[in-house]
């Protein structure tokens, strides 16, 4: 880490906590940003599994046994 994000970051810790908060959010915030390509992909993915689950060639487990091996219920 740098000086300067150290020094932030001390700057940062003084900070009462729901102002913390905030700046935590925003910064992640600011890293999660959208990609395209990424999203393209990944509804190609869930609309090619849904078209298995329709044909009936995708294996699926119901929610409530997946808990229940898990040990939690829901």
């Given at each position: 880490m740098s000086t300067t994000a150290k020094d932030m970051l001390?700057?940062?810790?003084r900070?009462?906590?729901?102002?913390?908060?905030?700046?935590i959010e925003g910064l992640i915030a600011s890293l999660d940003r959208p990609d395209p390509e990424?999203?393209?992909?990944?509804?190609?993915?869930?609309?090619?599994?849904?078209?298995?689950?329709r044909e009936g060639k995708l294996a699926v487990i119901d929610a409530d046994e997946v808990?229940?091996?898990l040990g939690h219920g829901i």
């Open positions: 001390r700057d940062a810790l900070l009462p906590s729901l102002e913390r908060a905030a700046l990424l999203d393209a992909l990944w509804l190609k993915e869930a609309e090619h599994r849904m078209t298995l689950y808990f229940a091996a």
